[in-house]
């Protein structure tokens, strides 16, 4: 087995459908969304809500992927710039949208493109992600779902959210 194979494997492992996938979830749902035009999704059961338009506080020396604050009914929310935390580099701006994840204890809103709509997907249909797949480093994938006229990819919140590049 390759070091990208297992590297591929232990990201696998921790992944959230790949843990409702071996409790014997027959299909995965997906909240989707659009960035640069690329379709992506995260495990329904990840998102807590969708903003539509939000005030965000800058905070100064924060890291680059780091648009600021939002204040979430009186809870602190980190907002990421998920094109620069995947190493989007086209940095077309429109109306944002925020999709509020959780993952364990950490609570945080991802700025998108577009909202799309939620996918039901066969739990086997999920497929690793090539090393290739939109330029991202493929621990930020879960995996990918081919769909009629796109693909559908995956991320892992879990290492996308400890991942620091």
Same mark, same amino acid.
């Given at each position: 087995?390759?070091?990208?194979?297992?590297?591929?494997?232990?990201?696998?492992?921790?992944?959230?459908?790949?843990?409702?996938?071996?409790?014997?979830?027959?299909?995965?749902?997906?909240?989707?969304?659009?960035?640069?035009?690329?379709?992506?999704?995260?495990?329904?059961?990840?998102?807590?809500?969708?903003?539509?338009?939000?005030?965000?506080?800058?905070?100064?020396?924060?890291?680059?992927? %780091?648009?600021? /604050?939002?204040?979430?009914?009186?809870?602190?929310?980190?907002?990421? +710039? @998920?094109?620069?935390?995947? *190493?989007?580099?086209?940095?077309?701006?429109?109306?944002?949208?925020?999709?509020?994840?959780?993952?364990?204890?950490?609570?945080?809103?991802?700025?998108?493109?577009?909202?799309?709509?939620?996918?039901?997907?066969?739990?086997?249909?999920?497929?690793?992600?090539?090393?290739?797949?939109?330029?991202?480093?493929?621990?930020?994938?879960?995996? %990918?779902?081919? /769909?009629?006229?796109?693909?559908?990819?995956?991320?892992?919140?879990? +290492? @996308?959210?400890?991942?620091? *590049?």
């Amino acid at each position: 087995m390759s070091a990208s194979e297992q590297n591929h494997q232990a990201a696998q492992q921790e992944s959230f459908s790949f843990r409702a996938m071996r409790k014997g979830a027959k299909s995965l749902q997906f909240a989707t969304f659009y960035l640069d035009g690329e379709l992506f999704g995260i495990n329904i059961l990840q998102v807590q809500e969708i903003l539509m338009q939000t005030k965000i506080t800058v905070v100064p020396l924060a890291p680059a992927f %780091v648009l600021g /604050l939002i204040s979430l009914r009186g809870q602190i929310v980190t907002a990421i +710039n @998920l094109k620069s935390k995947l *190493g989007i580099t086209n940095a077309s701006q429109g109306d944002s949208k925020y999709i509020v994840i959780k993952t364990g204890h950490t609570i945080a809103s991802m700025q998108v493109d577009e909202i799309g709509e939620v996918l039901e997907i066969p739990a086997e249909g999920l497929e690793p992600p090539s090393e290739s797949i939109k330029g991202i480093d493929i621990r930020m994938l879960e995996g %990918v779902y081919p /769909l009629k006229h796109e693909i559908l990819a995956v991320l892992n919140i879990e +290492n @996308l959210m400890h991942y620091n *590049g």
